[in-house]
Structures are given as C-alpha cells and as structure tokens.
C-alpha cells in the first residue's frame, strides 16, 4: 500500500543542498514510487492507446481520414471540456476513486467497439473523452502529494519518468497484439488492463494525504498572519512622540547653527 513516507534526513554532503540524490530517493522510497507509478502509469497507458485506436479502428471499419479526424476531434473536444470537472471530483472523490472510475469508464469504451456499426464508434469517442477528461492532471496532482519534501524534485523527476514508460508500452503491446492475432483481440487486452488498473487502485493504493502535503510546505508559501489593528489612541499617542522629536530635533539645528555663527565671527586672541 502507498503510505506517507517517514521524514529522512537530509545528507550534509549531499550535492544538491542537503537533499537526497536521485539514487538515494530509489533506494529510500522504492515501494511508494514502485505503486504510485504503476497506477498512474496504468492511465498513462489507457490514455495512449484510446488515441492509438482511432487510426486503426477507422482503418478497419474502412473510414475515410476524415470521417476517422471528426470522430477523434468528437473525443477530444469531450476531454477538453471535462478538464474543470476532473479538479471537482479529485477534490471530493479522492485521487485513488476518480483514477478507478477513469479505468471503468475506459474498459466500458473498449468494449463497445466489439460491435461493428457507426454508433459503436460514436459512443467510444465520447465515452474514452469522458474517461480520459475527468482524470485530467492526475499525474501532476498525485506526484505532489505524495513526493517527500526533502527530496521533492528528484522524486517527481524519477516517478514522471517510469509514469511516461506507459506512453511506449502501450504502442508496443498494443501492435503486437493487433498483427499476431486481431484488433478486437488487442482491444479485449486493453479492457482487462482497464479492469486490473481499477481493481489495483481501489485495492492496493491508498489514498495521498492532501493535508500532510501541505502542512509540508514552506513557511515562505502560506499566508502571513493578520498584523494586529492599532487603536485610534495608540496612533494619537504615537503621532504626538514624533512630534516632539521633530520639535527637539529643530531645536537643535538652530543652536547649532547660532554656535557656529559666533564662533566665525569672533576675533582670533593674540
């Protein structure tokens, strides 16, 4: 399960300013990077192969390209729209939930192309945009949640990196799946990933702490505390003091000025 990593202490020899190397962070927090990665880097998969399907389901149905761009552009113009709402439910929903509910959606898509008519396209189209549109910022959201704060950046950097192995993978299984057997057979492997990913994000990953994330920020980043109002008194009382400082200080000025005045003008002894 995904839990709040312990606080590790800082290296003084590190290169990096006292924070751990990217080595040190593999080392100390493999299994957190290991689970995180594996489902994030599931959706990432989905994800990918929704957008390579398109050209090669278009292909099979015997779609012109244009016919194949209108139905993709229905898709992502769905996912564009679901941007804001993907905030919303990962706020209220969690992280974990929303991820779960992606893959069921994907898995839904999926399956429906397994029937060969213009509708069945239509209705992958939307509901792969509405599958990939509400998890929208997933790997962003996730990675700052769970990344340590003395090692922050390097742990961002090694998790977005195994997440993007997702991208290469599934063009890889997806096309040879697809020229060994079928599409529909590749498709059929996409959906039980689609199952897999939702079961091991319900099951094995547990839910970022928000409010630990951001109790860790810096004191520079929150909000500085209300100045407490000064009285009406206090402001008389304090305009008055400077008041007779500035006096004093006048005062001053002019017997010093008178001083050196008669000092000038007196007349050297002999």
Known sequence: DISTPAAVPRRADSPHGGSLSMADVVREHWRLLLSASTFVGLASYLRKSRELIFPLEGHERGLS????????????????????????????????????????????????LQRNSPETFAMFAILGGIANGIQSGL???????????????????????????GDPTASATLGAVANAG????AEMMVAGFCLLGAT??????????RKEAEAALPAAALPAAAEPSKSPAS???TVSTCDDERGDL??????????????????PAI
């Open 250 to 267: 006048v005062t001053a000025l002019v017997t010093g000025a008178d001083d050196l005045e008669s000092a000038s003008s007196a007349e």
């Open 65 to 112: 390209q244009a016919e194949v761009g209108r139905y993709a552009s229905l898709s992502f113009l769905v996912d564009f729209a679901l941007f804001p709402v993907a905030g919303i439910l990962m706020d209220r929903l969690g992280r974990t939930r929303t991820g779960a509910l992606s893959f069921v959606l994907t898995m839904l898509s999926f399956l429906i």
């Open 200 to 209: 091991f994000a319900l099951c094995a990953v547990q839910e970022p702490p």
């Open 182 to 185: 079928s599409l529909q057979g």
């Open 235 to 237: 402001d008389a009382s």
């Open 139 to 165: 790997t962003a959201t996730f990675g700052a949640d769970l990344a340590p704060a003395d090692c922050r950046s390097n742990f961002l950097a090694v998790f977005r990196t195994l997440v993007r192995t």
